[in-house]
Every structure is written in structure tokens, then in C-alpha cells.
């Protein structure tokens, strides 16, 4: 994998963990405004994901760089994206669109840390689809929305 320097975010914890990895799926926008994405195609999908902390686990880790690629990878790698539960063919805001697709990973790792003893967060998640074209998703803090 290229190496890569991500947009960081904001924040005063006290680690910050980043995960690079990839994986190949296919998918198809299930509307006519998608052009020739409407079709079923596929993608090699990079992805970085950033989780932080001020406490680490009982192994020493913030969160295993396993686990991350566990959660993801083996979920998404060489599958059609619109057969996952957490995308729809009849709600734009669960379309398999890469900003749905950045958000979905999110809320796998989130609810992951959620139960484990640290609790670590995931701060964001870069999902590049293409060699020109990435999502950002972050998501707004509970005050900032």
C-alpha cells in the first residue's frame, strides 16, 4: 500500500491509532442520478481508520490492529456491498455510496469500542474509492450538532 498522510483530526487524547488496509467489493447505486454507477461495478477500497484514547486495554493495546481489520475486511472483502444489511435499495441514506459506505465502517468500529474496558473512540474513517476520489467521514460531537 502507498503510503499515505491522512487529514488528522482535532483532539486532546492522549494516543491516537491508525489502521491502513484495503479491500475489493462491488456495488451499485440503486438510482437512475448514479449515471453509469446505477450498474453493478467494482472497486479496490482504501481505507484508514483513526481511533484515540487515553486509556489502553489489558494487553497494553489501545485497540488490537487486528480487530480493526477484522471488523472490516472480513465483513466487506469480495462482496456485493448492497447484500449487507446496512445498506438499502430504497433509502438514499443507506445507498452503498462510499460517504454511506465511510460511515457504516464507523459505526462497526464505534460500537465495537463501545464495549470494550478502555474506551477508546473512532475519531474518523478515509475511504478512498478511486485513485481521485475519497470520503472523510468524522462524526459531530454531541454539542456541535
Not at 104 to 131: A, D, G
Request: with cysteine; glycine share 4%.
Amino acid at each position: 500500500m502507498m503510503q499515505q498522510i491522512y487529514p488528522a483530526p482535532m483532539h486532546n487524547y492522549s494516543y491516537e491509532l491508525n489502521k491502513d488496509f484495503h479491500f475489493s467489493a462491488a456495488h451499485a447505486i440503486p438510482t437512475e442520478d448514479a449515471g453509469k454507477c446505477q450498474f453493478v461495478h467494482g472497486h479496490t477500497y482504501y481505507v484508514n481508520i483513526t481511533v484515540a484514547g487515553d486509556d489502553l486495554d489489558h494487553a497494553g493495546f489501545l485497540i488490537n490492529f487486528k480487530k480493526i481489520k477484522q471488523l472490516v475486511h472480513d465483513r466487506f472483502d469480495h462482496t456485493l456491498l448492497n447484500d449487507d444489511d446496512l445498506f438499502s435499495k430504497n433509502d438514499p441514506d443507506r445507498f452503498p455510496t462510499t460517504e454511506v459506505v465511510a460511515r457504516s465502517i464507523w459505526e462497526i468500529i464505534e460500537k465495537h469500542l463501545q464495549q470494550t474496558e478502555n474506551n477508546p473512540t473512532c475519531l474518523q474513517v478515509f475511504l478512498r474509492e478511486t485513485p481521485t476520489s475519497y470520503v472523510l467521514y468524522r462524526p459531530k460531537k454531541a454539542g456541535n450538532q
